[in-house]
């Protein structure tokens, strides 16, 4: 994946192979929609320059992000995402993905491991 612009420190898979989060130094999280891959772009997946037909949306942290985990249950029309950030705080996020189109992620819950 080229989609990130330093280390990706975590991959997590959604239950049905139809998602895959990445999170990464660059301090952010990519959702990335591979329902298709073997049917569209299956030979693609080796080249650096087609990630635009994988990616879905990126939520955005202040710092290093070391881990993203899916909910291991969803709707069909969102993703429940939790991710730990290098600033001691775990977020969980929903990921509106009826539409791949429009997707909209937002932080939903924000708290220190400090605490």
Same mark, same amino acid.
């Given at each position: 994946?080229?989609?990130?612009? #330093? &280390?990706? @420190?975590d991959l997590d898979w %959604?239950? #049905? #192979?139809r998602f895959l989060v990445s999170a990464s130094a660059d301090g952010r999280?990519?959702?990335?929609?591979l329902q298709d891959r073997e049917q569209e772009h299956? $030979? %693609?997946l080796n080249y650096h320059n087609? $990630? @635009? &037909?994988?990616f879905v949306a990126e939520m955005y942290h202040p710092t290093f992000v070391y881990g993203a985990r899916?909910?291991?249950?969803? $709707? $069909?029309?969102? &993703?429940y995402i939790a991710t730990i950030c290098y600033d001691k705080k775990v977020r969980i996020?929903?990921?509106e993905v009826e539409d791949l189109e429009l997707?909209?992620? %937002?932080?939903k819950l924000e708290m220190s491991i400090e605490d």
């Open positions: 994946m080229s989609g990130h612009n #330093d &280390l990706i @420190h %959604s239950w #049905d #192979d999280v990519c959702v990335w929609n299956g $030979d %693609s087609n $990630d @635009h &037909l994988y899916l909910h291991p249950k969803r $709707d $069909d029309a969102n &993703l996020w929903k990921c997707p909209q992620c %937002s932080c």
